[in-house]
């Protein structure tokens, strides 16, 4: 199944949107969902039926590597 990078995320079915545990309680989050072909769907949790970002596994694995090591930190 091909999912398209950008589309609804309430059209991408059988799959489990979830958040950081870390998350506030006021709706400001940033869902991910696995995809059936090993890539990464991420959505804005306030507009669960806006665009849906898809990634590559080696894409999230460099993006989740860049987040551990900092390089995002001057972006807070």
């Known amino acids: 199944m091909v999912f398209e990078n950008g ?21 400001n989050c940033v869902e991910l969902a696995a995809l059936p072909n090993g ?3 991420v959505r804005n949790s306030r507009f669960p039926q806006g ?4 990634y590559t596994p080696a894409e999230m694995r460099a993006f989740v590597s860049g987040v551990r090591s900092g390089d995002f930190d001057s972006l807070l």
């Open 7 to 27: 589309g609804p995320a309430d059209r991408i079915s059988g799959v489990t949107w979830v958040k950081s545990a870390a998350s506030a309680g006021d709706g």
């Open 39 to 41: 890539e990464v769907a």
């Open 51 to 54: 665009p849906a970002l898809v």
